[in-house]
T-cell receptor, first 113, second 115 residues
Framework: DAGVTQSPTHLIKTRGQQVTLRCSPI?????VSWYQQVLGQGPQFIFQYYEKEERGRGNFPDRFSARQFPNYSSELNVNALLLGDSALYLC????????????FGPGTRLLVL | AQSVTQLDSQVPVFEEAPVELRCNYS??????LFWYVQYPNQGLQLLLK??????LVKGINGFEAEFNKSQTSFHLRKPSVHISDTAEYFCAVSVAGAGSYQLTFGKGTKLSVIP
């Protein structure tokens, strides 16, 4: 079975631009979570979605938004990019959320210049 | 809110020697505990997790961890490391029974295995 897939793998943007990152969960998984990993730090929770509903939101500004589609894939949008948004963005999927194991994708590396 | 402290940012160890990576957590409620490994330029892979039951948890690649509630610790151990274990290791917690299954991660420990 295919694991969690994310696209694109790398992205370069300039300050003020907008970006959309995409995630496809493992087949059968209905929950998707997004994390931001800044260089040298552990991942930080951004959002969790389950059955297309937002289940949790981390301490990120409103410039960050996400959604989950009927096929359970997900998009993360970041508006008005700042230099500090440069990071590895990780998507994780699980069967239902809760204590189900989260499986991580390889991430999208975003560089904001 | 919960937090995770990984006490060592870098741990060098010789091949075939034992290793312990330390993790302490802080939470006012019951938690689930996890160790993930991240190889260079890759995502995170689950090594092991503690939800309930036996405090000694065995994971993949010969790793194990022990949950110590009184010391709020969840240290990761391996009796004999290999070159291929060189990676960054993250300890994480989540609140037990919560609706949102968000993971709170530590800052990571870089394990370097020396031939």
């Amino acid at each position: 079975d295919a694991g969690v897939t994310q696209s694109p793998t790398h992205l370069i943007k300039t300050r003020g631009q907008q970006v959309t990152l995409r995630c496809s969960p493992i087949s059968g998984h209905k929950s998707v979570s997004w994390y931001q990993q800044v260089l040298g730090q552990g991942p930080q929770f951004i959002f969790q979605y389950y059955e297309k509903e937002e289940r949790g939101r981390g301490n990120f500004p409103d410039r960050f938004s996400a959604r989950q589609f009927p096929n359970y894939s997900s998009e993360l949008n970041v508006n008005a990019l700042l230099l500090g948004d440069s990071a590895l963005y990780l998507c994780a999927s699980s069967l239902r959320g809760g204590e189900d194991t989260q499986y991580f994708g390889p991430g999208t590396r975003l560089l904001v210049l | 809110a919960q937090s995770v402290t990984q006490l060592d940012s870098q741990v060098p160890v010789f091949e075939e020697a034992p290793v312990e990576l330390r993790c302490n957590y802080s939470s006012s409620v019951s938690v689930y505990l996890f160790w993930y490994v991240q190889y260079p330029n890759q995502g995170l892979q689950l090594l092991l997790k503690y939800l309930s039951g036996s405090t000694l948890v065995k994971g993949i690649n010969g790793f194990e961890a022990e949950f110590n509630k009184s010391q709020t610790s969840f240290h990761l151990r391996k009796p004999s490391v290999h070159i291929s274990d060189t990676a960054e290791y993250f300890c994480a917690v989540s609140v037990a029974g919560a609706g949102s299954y968000q993971l709170t991660f530590g800052k990571g420990t870089k394990l370097s295995v020396i031939p």
